[in-house]
T-cell receptor, first 112, second 113 residues
Framework: AQSVTQPDIHITVSEGASLELRCNYSYGATPYLFWYVQSPGQGLQLLLKYFSGDTLVQGIKGFEAEFKRSQSSFNLRKPSVHWSDAAEYFCAVGTGFQKLVFGTGTRLLVSP | DGGITQSPKYLFRKEGQNVTLSCEQNLNHDAMYWYRQDPGQGLRLIYY???????QKGDIAEGYSVSREKKESFPLTVTSAQKNPTAFYLC????????????FGPGTRLTVL
């Protein structure tokens, strides 16, 4: 069965430091991969998505992610974190028409 | 502005009562979804619908029911058969393409007392 693993439940990063959130997936075919962000008590907003082609994808708010097929990974990165980036981040894999499987999320805390 | 609305934002019900959560979208999307979110468990799919008058069970459909009488509306009923209904419920919609993104509403927090 398809699955997504986000191994870090919480991550704390100093403001201005770089960020990498890990995501590993299990899926037999070429995956469609997504990163979403959720502020407390809110819905999810799409940061970026990978379908095919260039394995480094750019998203909104200065985020990027790199698809590595050999490692079954799709890690999210940002070179310099802002306090407003504090939120929960979800990785998801598209498993077929309109169906997504989500990871359990990583909560990002930003320290001054 | 186009988007998805969910109402109410907070909902309190007594144990044993059915409750219906509203989801409306004006994005002209064909597909709509309901997810349940619990702390530490991510999002789990309850039901989804790709067309009016048709819907399919997701991974955790037991104790829930839906209807899709209009393209823009996809209400979710949490029945008394749902053993642990207290959760955050998210509605989403998308166009009918294999890998397109889902757009999410702001969510409804249901608390059963």
């Amino acid at each position: 069965a398809q699955s997504v693993t986000q191994p870090d439940i919480h991550i704390t990063v100093s403001e201005g430091a770089s960020l990498e959130l890990r995501c590993n997936y299990s899926y037999g075919a070429t995956p469609y991969l997504f990163w979403y962000v959720q502020s407390p008590g809110q819905g999810l907003q799409l940061l970026l998505k990978y379908f095919s082609g260039d394995t480094l994808v750019q998203g909104i708010k200065g985020f990027e992610a790199e698809f590595k097929r050999s490692q079954s990974s799709f890690n999210l990165r940002k070179p310099s974190v802002h306090w407003s980036d504090a939120a929960e981040y979800f990785c998801a894999v598209g498993t077929g028409f309109q169906k997504l499987v989500f990871g359990t999320g990583t909560r990002l805390l930003v320290s001054p | 502005d186009g988007g998805i609305t969910q109402s109410p934002k907070y909902l309190f019900r007594k144990e044993g009562q059915n409750v219906t959560l509203s989801c409306e979208q004006n994005l002209n999307h064909d597909a709509m979804y309901w997810y349940r979110q619990d702390p530490g468990q991510g999002l789990r799919l309850i039901y989804y619908s790709q067309i009016v008058n048709d819907f399919q069970k997701g991974d955790i459909a037991e104790g829930y029911s839906v209807s899709r009488e209009k393209k823009e509306s996809f209400p979710l009923t949490v029945t008394s058969a749902q053993k642990n209904p207290t959760a955050f419920y998210l509605c989403a919609s998308s166009i009918i393409e294999e890998a397109d993104e889902q757009f999410f509403g702001p969510g409804t927090r249901l608390t059963v007392l």
